[in-house]
Antibody, heavy 123, light 109 residues
């Protein structure tokens, strides 16, 4: 069973950094891109970026450029998202999601998703 | 790049059909046939319901269908059931990045 399991909730003060992990199981880790998406309370989804597990090559949404870093450790089948310079606007649930196996196109949809990690930024 | 535009809410009675729109631009929805739709229950992760505009993943009922015309994509749910009450999000490939809509809360009356 394909599964993504994320690390637990985090609380940080403004200006701090946070690193969230996403551990994959049930499939060949290097076979599918991993994306990160966040959802502020009561809001819609917002794409953060993606990483290619085989090469580590990343692509980030422009609004996060310079503040977010995606990395991976293939030995433990885990992807990481680090966000720096946190403000209260970064309070959100952060999801990792795998590109689906339904197609080999540029965007075959995201399936499955991790369970989400709540990051709270508060002084 | 701006988010895609969805109506904040939609509703329908059991057995009826409802259509949710997702408006993009010629740089995303209008340019690529890579629109996805996700269902999200409260406190849960999104679930893929439609990919590549009109394709259904295995296990998704054929009551769910997707389409696109120009810069606007649509999700239609026919034969509404109580379990369809959820938030629905659209997304589109935008040339190396992904855009999402603001989400639509579907209420089954």
């Amino acid at each position: 069973q394909v599964q993504l399991v994320q690390s637990g909730a985090e609380v940080r003060k403004p200006g701090a950094s946070v690193k969230v992990s996403c551990k994959a199981s049930g499939y060949s880790f290097t076979g599918n891109f991993i994306h990160w998406v966040r959802q502020a309370p009561g809001q819609g989804l917002e794409w953060v970026g993606r990483i290619i597990p085989t090469t580590g090559v990343t692509k980030y949404a422009q609004i996060f450029q310079g503040r977010v870093t995606l990395t991976r450790d293939t030995s433990v089948r885990t992807t990481y998202m680090e966000l720096t310079g946190l403000t209260s606007d970064d309070t959100a649930v952060y999801f990792c999601a795998r590109e689906s196996d339904y197609s080999t196109s540029w965007d075959p949809g995201f399936d499955p998703w991790g369970q989400g990690t709540l990051v709270t930024v508060s002084s | 790049q701006s988010a895609l535009t969805q109506p904040p809410s939609a509703s329908g009675s059991p057995g009826q059909s409802v259509t949710i729109s997702c408006i993009g631009t010629s740089s995303d929805v209008g340019r690529y046939n890579y629109v996805s739709w996700y269902r999200q229950y409260p406190g849960k992760a999104p679930q893929l319901m439609i990919y590549e505009v009109d394709k259904r993943p295995s296990g998704v009922p054929d009551r769910f269908s997707g389409s696109k015309s120009g810069d606007t994509a649509s999700l239609t749910i026919s034969g509404l059931q109580a379990e369809d009450e959820a938030h629905y999000h659209c997304s589109s490939y935008a040339g190396g990045s992904t855009l999402f809509g603001g989400g639509t809360k579907l209420t089954v009356l």
